[in-house]
């Protein structure tokens, strides 16, 4: 089976194709923005035009944009391909990533939110979450978690923040998917923001 991997929920853009569970190919950039115009042309570079049995794609939290055009994109794909399609947590996938390079540790995902906050979430050493992620202000993460490893593209300013412990600065990477906890995947597609919408409909 072939598997298709898109993230495109942050400021990166990255999609890998797997079989059997051995990667084929693979493609990781920063945009910032443009998602919706590199998403599409990047799956069509991939072998066999990324057609695949199984789609994985983030969920968020993170850009609003962002994780609408990748649910989009991996929707459309799998209705149109007949393909079974999961969802799986930003954070989770910081985290698994972490745990790929530090070992089973405990890990802090700390990306970044909207209006200056951060989207922080801790992980056991299994890759499994240990509360809801959070969408704080600095200050009040860094006074929340004690955890010692701290992955994403926040992790340094956490670290700094909290006066203590190891930052791994990194953003998500879709080529790393096989390595989340079977359990964190998701037979539901929404998307998760994170945070409340700022606009608010009229009373």
């Known amino acids: ?15 890998a194709l797997f079989e059997g569970g051995e990667p084929l190919a693979n493609s990781h950039a920063v945009l ?12 069509a570079d991939l072998p066999g035009k990324g057609k695949a049995e199984r789609i994985l794609v983030s969920l968020g939290p993170g850009s609003f944009t962002g994780v609408r055009i990748g649910i989009a994109a991996a929707r459309a794909l799998a209705y149109a391909w007949g393909a079974q399609i999961a969802g799986y947590p930003t954070l989770a996938l910081i985290a698994a ?26 992980f056991g050493a299994d890759g499994m979450p ?6 704080l202000a600095p200050q009040a993460a860094a006074q929340r978690f004690g955890t010692t490893l701290v992955a ?11 006066g203590g412990g190891t930052a791994l600065q990194i953003l998500p990477d879709a080529q790393h998917v096989l390595a989340l906890p079977e359990a964190v995947l998701s037979a539901n597609t929404s998307p998760i923001y994170g945070r409340a919408p700022d606009a608010k409909l009229p009373a």
């Open 152 to 162: 994403g593209s926040q992790a340094e300013a956490f670290v700094e923040e909290r």
């Open 1 to 15: 089976m072939r598997t298709l991997a898109i993230d495109c929920a942050t400021e990166a853009c990255s999609v």
């Open 130 to 135: 240990e509360a809801e992620h959070a969408s």
């Open 32 to 43: 910032g923005r443009g998602h919706a115009e590199r998403l599409i042309p990047t799956i």
């Open 97 to 122: 990533m972490a745990r790929a390079q530090h070992g089973d540790v405990p890990v802090l995902a700390c990306m970044t939110g909207g209006h200056g906050e951060w989207f922080v979430q801790p």
